[in-house]
């Protein structure tokens, strides 16, 4: 298989890589439901050593600097209480916590969530976090540029290896909320 974007020797779609994904994003995968058939989900094997976004696209084609999104753990908080949630932006922006993602989640103050909190509550290894496999009840906060791209690279919840996801799947995750300008620049 060819990927859809990107230069990668080795391109599978996700349901037939189970065994290169971390557990939550495997079972997510199995079970996948949406309009973008679960075959259009791309793995593609990649170097550890090349996870970070600048590195990576120098080895792997700069033209995805432009179609890669990061996903980040964020904590909102409000009086005693606390909320996990994704949020999903081009990694050609920086997520707006203290502005869209406060105001989102209804908190007093948010911030990334501790290095130790994200991988523990996701099942994911840091660099490699992806908004597919996240807990259910999370809310997956997505910039609206993501959802209009054809194809975005992310994580695939381990450092190594990529995921390549249509746009609008991405609108389709569980807990999943479009938001304009929850990426900016």
Not at 112 to 123: R, V
């Amino acid at each position: 298989m060819h990927a859809p974007i990107g230069h990668f020797e080795h391109a599978t779609p996700a349901p037939d890589a189970l065994d290169e994904l971390t557990g939550p994003v495997a079972d997510a995968v199995r079970h996948w439901s949406g309009s973008v058939p679960a075959e259009r989900i791309v793995y593609v094997d990649t170097d550890p050593r090349w996870a970070d976004t600048a590195v990576f696209v120098e080895h792997y084609g700069r033209e995805l600097l432009e179609r890669s999104a990061n996903c980040v753990v964020v904590a909102g908080r409000r009086g005693g209480e606390s909320t996990l949630a994704a949020c999903v932006v081009l990694s050609t922006a920086r997520v707006d916590v203290n502005g869209v993602v406060r105001r989102q989640l209804g908190a007093r103050k948010a911030s990334f969530a501790p290095m130790d909190t994200a991988t523990g509550e996701t099942g994911m290894e840091y660099g490699g976090i992806t908004p597919i496999g996240l807990p259910g009840d999370w809310p997956v906060l997505v910039d609206s540029a993501v959802v209009d791209l054809p194809y975005v690279l992310v994580g695939s919840g381990r450092r190594r290896g990529k995921l390549l996801v249509p746009g609008k799947a991405f609108a389709e995750l569980p807990g999943a909320v479009v938001l304009e300008g929850l990426g900016v620049a």
